[in-house]
């Protein structure tokens, strides 16, 4: 394929040649279908686990997938960055360079004084003795000092500029570095412009309309806003972000450190107005923006000193990554991954981040678009047959594995054994017999070379008659849903068993009746979406016989099918139906219950159905009550571990529609 061009607008191609550039409108419509199979399997083991639909989706984002991060590894990543960040730096460097200055300054001073013989050195002395302890009442005692030092003069007037350097920091980025060796013509732009911009919001607070204003300003001290803002709101959003950061920063200190930053603010520049046009500023922001954090902290334990300016981008910093853990917690109402801010989290944790937070979120769209969910009567999520047939798809996708891998059963693949060709055609898969559709194999080959592939035929190609069984068979499937199924870890598995049995009826046995039969105190038959979603409930009880009840009824409801039990426990019956309807519970097992089982045995064998028991577990009441069974009915019993028991099901099914 030719190299990609910069896109320059359109061009007119030489004849003969071709441009070829990006697609810009809309999805690319050569890119592979998105995959949701590994997020399709993960979220139905969350849901026959007893997960709802929503908290299963939930799950699924939070642990990712196979290759991919989930939400919880992002936000543990956010979480250790910020922990990092306050483990290493503490906040009150301006404070300690400040210290170090005006101790530079005095002693500067102080050696001076001494070698001079006055009263006027001596009192300067005393005046010097005399000032307050704290840092920020003795700068300010010494704002009209008239220094003899050299030394001690420069000194202290750096600590002016650093004050005002790093209060305008806090509020206008790269301020600080933008006002080193500041001049006092320099110092009077910076307290003219806090004055037009107090002016521009308070017109702005009152409604007036700042159009020209706020055009005005930016064309006269546009410079000191490198965000560019366009209107007087996005000024304000700009403003009152790193107003607020500011003030956490300033809660974080201690209040004798807050007290003594106060303080020191009215020596900025040494000129106490710039301190009073940001007091305003900070005020009219607060009141414009009250939903931004004014009252937050962090605590900063580290040793490495930050100035009031870096402190602040840090308190920014850490008011984004906890904007993006609630992001990522995607716990408030309404929450959806689109939520994410994705260039935040690209600056905070790095390009894969993003990467993993766009497939999620892609993820999450294709899974709705593929409607895997729908909404029931009752307002409740479940899952949509698309995502049934799905699921059964790969549960079945697994056990013919399993069954090649055991055995090598070449029928297992076939969707009907007599032969006769049903019309349809699938693609050929390992195991397959059936003679091939050569026009539809000759087809997909044409097109695949028309995509540029040079091979003549390949194995995708190949498409195969599906045939069409001469019999039918009813098939009542009965499993255990009593609360040991649940506890000793053979829910799912059963879960899965009847997802695979019914995507092979329904899509290579459609002739077939199949009906599916749980039975814990009670039975009842019960559809896919509903055994795929039930929950394991405590409930004593082991009704056989109410199951077996329901599948004679719907054997006899098809009496011109091939009749097939297949019955899924993992204990003795102890419970039993009476004629009223109220199930008896006892356990060991009563008389009347095995009574009961077996009588309705007995039926099953004389509409000579194929019944076969899948035992569980190794219970040697359960092992002698269905050899019990298999005599009386000719019946079998098959005691698959639980890996095995969907390819046991399956393969038991085939061979009774065999026999």
């Not at 980025?173 to 003219?192: I, L, S």
């Not at 900025?268 to 046009?277: N, T």
């Not at 850490?318 to 904007?323: I, K, R, T, V």
């Not at 993993?356 to 009752?378: C, I, K, M, T």
Request: proline share 5%; with cysteine.
């Amino acid at each position: 394929m030719a190299a990609e061009i910069p896109d320059e607008g359109p061009r007119r191609p030489r004849p003969g040649r071709y441009s070829y550039g990006r697609f810009y409108d809309g999805p690319d419509p050569l890119a592979p279908p998105f995959d949701i199979r590994e997020a399709m399997d993960a979220l139905g083991r969350d849901v026959m686990e007893g997960t709802s639909p929503r908290q299963a989706m939930r799950e699924l984002m939070r642990r990712g997938l196979r290759d991919q991060q989930g939400l919880d590894d992002l936000q543990r990543r956010l979480n250790e960055q910020r922990r990092r960040l306050q483990r290493e730096n503490r906040i009150d460097g301006t404070l300690q360079e400040i210290r170090e200055l005006l101790d530079q300054a005095l002693e500067a001073e102080r050696n001076s004084l001494q070698a001079e013989d006055s009263d006027d050195a001596r009192f300067r002395e005393m005046s010097l003795d005399a000032l307050p302890d704290s840092t920020a009442g003795a700068v300010n005692e010494l704002q009209n000092y008239d220094w003899r030092n050299a030394e001690a003069r420069q000194a202290f007037q750096q600590i002016q500029d650093l004050m005002g350097r790093e209060a305008l920091d806090q509020r206008f980025q790269g301020m600080k570095e933008a006002m080193e060796n500041a001049t006092p013509e320099d110092v009077e732009q910076v307290r003219e412009m806090l004055s037009d911009l107090n002016d521009l919001l308070e017109s702005h607070g009152r409604g007036e309309d700042t159009t020209e204003q706020f055009a005005e300003f930016m064309g006269k001290h546009g410079q000191y806003f490198p965000e560019n803002p366009s209107t007087t709101e996005e000024l304000i959003d700009i403003l009152a972000q790193r107003s607020a950061a500011a003030q956490r920063m300033m809660n974080s200190l201690s209040a004798e450190q807050r007290a003594e930053l106060e303080g020191l603010m009215q020596s900025a520049f040494g000129d106490p107005r710039l301190a009073e046009q940001l007091s305003r500023l900070d005020s009219q922001l607060q009141a414009m923006r009250p939903g931004e954090d004014w009252d937050g902290q962090g605590r900063f334990r580290g040793d490495s000193p930050m100035g009031m300016g870096e402190a602040t981008r840090a308190m920014e910093q850490l008011g984004q990554l906890d904007s993006l853990s609630e992001q990522l917690s995607q716990s408030y109402p309404g929450a959806r991954m689109e939520d994410i801010d994705l260039e935040a989290l690209e600056a905070s944790l790095g390009r894969q981040a993003r990467v993993d937070a766009q497939r999620l979120a892609e993820l999450e769209r294709e899974l709705e678009n593929q409607g895997v969910f729908e909404r029931g009567p009752d307002g409740s999520l479940t899952l949509s047959p698309k995502a049934l047939r799905q699921l059964g798809q790969s549960a079945l996708r697994d056990v013919v594995g399993s069954l090649s891998t055991r055995r090598g059963e070449r029928e297992t693949q076939r969707s009907g054994a007599a032969g006769d060709a049903s019309g349809a055609t699938r693609p050929w898969a390992f195991g397959d017999t059936e003679r091939w559709d050569t026009s539809r194999t000759l087809l997909n080959a044409e097109l695949r070379k028309a995509g540029g592939d040079p091979r003549a035929l390949d194995v995708t190609d190949v498409e195969i008659v599906e045939t069409e069984q001469r019999t039918r068979a009813a098939v009542a499937l009965c499993v255990d849903t009593s609360w040991s199924m649940v506890a000793d870890g053979r829910w799912v598995p059963m879960k899965r068993t009847a997802l695979a049995l019914h995507h092979l009826v329904s899509t290579r046995f459609r002739g077939d009746a199949l009906q599916i039969i749980t039975f814990g105190r009670h039975a009842q038959t019960v559809d896919l979406g509903q055994l795929t979603g039930l929950e394991g409930v405590w409930e004593q009880g082991t009704n056989l016989h109410h199951a077996l009840l329901l599948a004679g009824r719907h054997l006899r409801r098809h009496s011109d099918a091939a009749p097939v039990v297949l019955v899924v426990t993992d204990g003795e019956p102890t419970a039993h139906l009476e004629p009223d309807g109220h199930a008896v519970f006892d356990y060991p097992p009563s008389p009347e219950t095995l009574r009961a089982t077996l009588n309705e045995v007995d039926v099953i064998a004389r509409l000579k159905a194929a019944l076969t028991v899948f035992m569980l577990g190794e219970d040697p009441r359960l092992e002698a009550f269905v050899d019990m069974v298999a005599r009386r009915s000719g019946g079998r019993v098959i005691a698959p571990d639980l890996d095995g028991l969907g390819a046991a099901v399956v393969s038991d099914y085939l061979s009774s529609r065999r026999r």
